[in-house]
């Protein structure tokens, strides 16, 4: 942070802006053109952060199934998946078919600046939940992820792969 013409450091202002405890430098803001006008780009930039800062977050869907889950150390059991193939059939667990999907996921998020959470098969879709490195442009990375994820496991499972749903969930 800088120092402004008057001597006043700037991270002083963010203090004064963000807990507003400081009379002495309120004072002094109230006063000084440099300390003024900077408060007040600062508050604006602030009421900014505050307005995001109460916007609600939707919780994924399972993600409180799957937390209280692993709490109580169960882990949820789908049906298997069957392929047909040529000589018969093939039954996969559905715990194969998550660990496959899990394994994927990772390997092509990192392709994305993304990192993957979390992922779990629920009601058939594949849920992955996923943190992106700030400068992302993570939406669109998710997104990206999501289309290829499920081409991926649509050539390797063919009909019977899992709808997939990745959700952002942190920035890093």
Same mark, same amino acid.
Do not use: H, I
């Given at each position: 942070m800088s120092v402004l013409p008057c001597g006043r450091a700037e991270a002083d202002l963010v203090r004064l802006v963000t807990e507003g405890d400081d009379a002495e430098l309120a004072g002094h803001a109230a006063g000084c053109p440099f300390c003024a006008a900077e408060a007040d780009v600062l508050r604006e /930039?602030? /009421?900014a952060v505050r307005r995001t800062a109460v916007t609600p977050v939707p919780t994924p869907p399972g993600l409180v199934d799957r *937390? %209280? &889950?692993a709490v109580r150390g169960a882990r949820p *059991? &789908? #049906?298997?998946? *069957?392929? #047909?193939? #040529?000589?018969? /059939? %093939?039954?996969v667990s559905a715990g194969a078919v998550l660990a496959v999907s899990r394994r994927l996921a990772v390997d092509l998020a990192a392709g994305f600046d993304l990192r993957v959470r979390g992922a779990a098969v629920e009601a058939g879709r594949l849920q992955v939940l996923v943190a992106a490195r700030y400068g992302t442009a993570a939406v669109e990375a998710a997104?990206?992820?999501r289309v290829r994820l499920a081409a991926e496991l649509a050539a390797r499972l063919g009909a019977v792969a899992p709808a997939v749903d990745v959700h952002l969930v942190d920035i890093e």
């Open positions: /930039r602030w /009421r *937390v %209280l &889950g *059991v &789908g #049906e298997p998946v *069957v392929l #047909e193939q #040529e000589g018969g /059939r %093939l039954t997104d990206a992820l």
